[in-house]
């Protein structure tokens, strides 16, 4: 069970642990099939991209770089996001446009940047894979169609929720947290940072669509929600972006531009020396904090004890 940060009861350890990401069980199950097809190329044009090309498990399920790399070394117009702790979320991309990960799983299969092979192709593939049309048989009773081809990856994402970082042993008061973590605790959480008006709930994340000025038309003219909503009110909101196992996903924003979480909170603490004029900007946003060099060290030592513990071996 996840904690939220003002959560005031201790719950005890659940410990729900999935065993590896890199050693997968027997395929026995949706959550199985939904996790050898994430690593399997068969889905990519050349088959040289799988899911796990751009959402790598070390990364926490992203990777390293602002725009990642499709087939015949395309890139993506966005940077690329965790898929961990998507089981809540209520819809997904940057800006929002698929209502379900069943939805979501047969975009980046067709889209031309990543995986560029149309869904009735990728199904015809496995249809033509005698290993997938018995593993699909027996776990979905049907051979592989587009609806089940969702369902399986789906119920991957679905299993890969974190629950076992740093601040959730803090929540259940397990451990205690350095002075500097727990001053960058109570400035998350403060009027005066206002991060948690938006990053907020077990996940970090408010689930809507929000302009942190990073849209101004010119240089940074990605839209974002307004490219599917074509409300003026939605120009350069973007989903607010969950941070749990932040620390493992650098660089950040839609648009991978900044490169640390030193530089985050940098642009955080005043937008105007970066963006001059962006359009539309949350109103919460825009007036300089004023964080001094330890006021903006602590926030980021509180942003590293969102990464669970399973992830903290690599890194
Ligand atoms: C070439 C790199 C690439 C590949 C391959 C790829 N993705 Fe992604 N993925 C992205 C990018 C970039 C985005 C964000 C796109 C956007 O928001 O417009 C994304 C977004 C997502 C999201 C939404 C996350 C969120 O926070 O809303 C999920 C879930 C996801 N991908 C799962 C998958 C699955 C499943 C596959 C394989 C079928 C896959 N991806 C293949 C790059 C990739
Ligand atoms: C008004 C809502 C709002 C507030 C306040 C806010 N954020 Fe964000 N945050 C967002 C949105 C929306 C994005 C994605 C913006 C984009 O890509 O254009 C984001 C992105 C981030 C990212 C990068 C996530 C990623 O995966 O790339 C970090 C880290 C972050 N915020 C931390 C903070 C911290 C720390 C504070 C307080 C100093 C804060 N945020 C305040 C809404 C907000």
Known sequence: MKKTIASLILFAVTGLL??????????????????????????????????????????????TLAFSKGIEGRATARNTPSVLNMKNRPYFFWDGRAKS???QALMPIAHPDEMGLPVKEAVA???????YRKLFLRIFKTLPNSTNLGAAFAAFERTLETDSSRFDAYIDDLVAFTESEERGRKLFISERTKCFDCHRGPDFTDDQFKNIGLFDG???????????????????????????NIALTAPYMHNGMFQTLEEVIDYYNNP????????????????????????????????????????????
């Open 18 to 63: 999935i065993s590896s990401y890199t050693s997968p069980p027997p395929v026995s199950t949706k959550a199985a099939l939904g996790q050898k097809l994430f690593n399997d190329k068969i889905l990519s044009k050349d088959r040289s991209i799988s899911c796990a090309s751009c959402h790598i498990p070390e990364y926490g399920f992203s990777d």
């Open 272 to 315: 105007g020396a970066f963006v001059l004029n962006p359009v539309n900007m949350d109103t919460t946003m825009g007036v300089p904090i004023g964080l001094n060099k330890q006021e903006k060290n602590d926030l980021v030592s509180f942003l590293k004890t969102l990464t669970d513990k399973r992830f903290q071996k690599q890194h």
């Open 218 to 244: 010119y240089a940074l003219n990605d839209s974002g929600r307004y490219r599917i909503s074509r409300k003026k009110e939605d120009l350069g909101k973007f989903k607010t972006p969950g941070l749990r």
């Open 125 to 131: 593939r496995l249809n033509a894979d005698a290993g």
């Open 101 to 103: 990960l069943e939805q």
